[in-house]
């Protein structure tokens, strides 16, 4: 048996993104390692048991336990997301878990990870010695690359793969329709739109290891735009709008509820407020038209199902991800978005609809092969010697 812990994203959390990630990273290497135990390290292990079926320690409820595991297993894998970051705490704990993952002869991966502008000098120090320890380092975009080799210095090879989420299927078409049902959608005849907003603050401390700080404008934007965008978008169709994480402080309910109030007219519009789970948004994201997102696995799944995206780039791994995926001409800054420039981005798709998505699902195809990739190198690098 292969024993490997994973740890990184914020796999506990009912974030949408997160939880995509971890399923396809499972599916993804139990179809490569049949005897493969995966056994996550996140901050609420009863929810990620029961949630996904796996093993799961606390972080720092079980600290012992932590230790003692990464040391004896086989690999720690590092990733998806997000896992480098501005905060000494967190980075100082990845280094000592990547230490005594290598002191007890383990293997140590860098899974399809991004990291954000590393400033402050423990956050720099801490990535670049994780990486100095890597047996496989694969990141989801150049962006990641080259600042990892360019800015911090890391001389281990690094291969650009891509977000292990982008392999992502649906849930049963049954399943489904009965969320549709639900949802007051069963018998809509029109094409479907989703819009998936972001929450933002500028207040929250959580906030700034994870994200720029954005000012009140940048957060008025947002919803103004997307507001006279889901007008606008009912000629087309449907609008549904679809929350990725419902889980607060950052929960995209709160952000919904404020558009709705602002709009006079809610005439083809549908708020949803329930937290689905990866596969049923995928499905629902497979019955759309087209996917509006400022949330970036908003825009991942629905691109694994073939559904063209429109994004909005709030930060660089949105852009990065946009940009792998050939398709950075539908992708817009929130930071001087106006509803000028989402309306023409919008309306130009709709206009050669048909010629656009097949380019759009080539590209996302290559994509898909790039995650199958990183998946066959993980799994070489554990097979039988």
């Not at 086989?74 to 000494?88: H, M, R």
């Not at 009140?216 to 103004?224: A, G, M």
Request: with cysteine; aromatic share 8%.
């Amino acid at each position: 048996m292969i024993r490997l812990n994973i740890t990184g994203a914020w796999y506990s959390s009912r974030n949408a993104g997160d939880q995509a990630i971890l399923v396809t990273i499972r599916d993804l290497l139990v179809e490569r390692i049949p005897d493969l135990e995966l056994e996550v390290i996140c901050a609420n292990s009863t929810f990620v048991e029961a949630e996904h079926g796996l093993p799961a320690l606390s972080q720092m409820k079980e600290l012992g336990r932590v230790f003692h595991h990464v040391w004896r297993n086989d690999g720690l894998l590092l990733g998806g997301g997000t896992p480098f970051y501005n905060d000494l705490k967190h980075m100082a704990y990845f280094w000592v878990l990547a230490c005594l993952c290598r002191l007890g002869g383990g293997k140590l991966v860098v899974y399809g990870a991004s990291a954000q502008r590393l400033h402050t000098r423990s956050a720099r120090f801490f990535t670049r010695r994780i990486m100095e320890m890597a047996d496989l380092i694969t990141v989801r975009e150049p962006l990641t690359k080259t600042q990892l080799e360019n800015d911090l210095g890391v001389r281990n090879q690094i291969i650009c793969t891509a977000d292990p989420a982008i392999t992502l299927t649906s849930a049963p078409q049954d399943r489904i329709d009965a969320i549709l049902k639900a949802e007051g959608l069963a018998g809509v005849e029109r094409p479907l739109i989703a819009i998936c907003p972001h929450f933002f603050s500028n207040t929250d401390p959580y906030r700034v290891h994870h994200y720029e700080v954005f000012q009140d404008d940048h957060i008025e934007t947002q919803r103004e735009v997307l507001c006279r965008a889901a007008e606008h978008l009912r000629q087309y169709g449907h609008v549904v709008f679809l929350p990725m994480n419902t889980d607060l402080p950052d929960s995209d309910v709160v952000v919904q509820q404020e558009m709705r109030e602002r709009l006079s007219n809610v005439d083809g519009i549908t708020f949803v407020e329930t937290q689905y789970r990866p596969k049923e948004i995928a499905g629902i994201f497979e019955r759309c038209k087209l996917v509006v997102g400022v949330r970036l696995h908003a825009l991942i799944m629905a691109s694994a199902v073939y559904t063209p995206v429109v994004g909005i780039n709030y930060a660089p791994k949105v852009q990065g991800f946009m940009d792998v995926l050939g398709e950075p001409e539908h992708c817009l800054s929130l930071k001087g978005l106006t509803f000028e420039s989402l309306r023409v981005a919008l309306d130009a798709y709709f206009k050669d609809y048909d010629g656009q998505q097949r380019a759009f699902v080539e590209h996302v195809k290559a994509l898909q092969a790039r995650a199958q990739h990183n998946a066959d190198l993980v799994a070489r690098l554990f097979a039988p010697r």
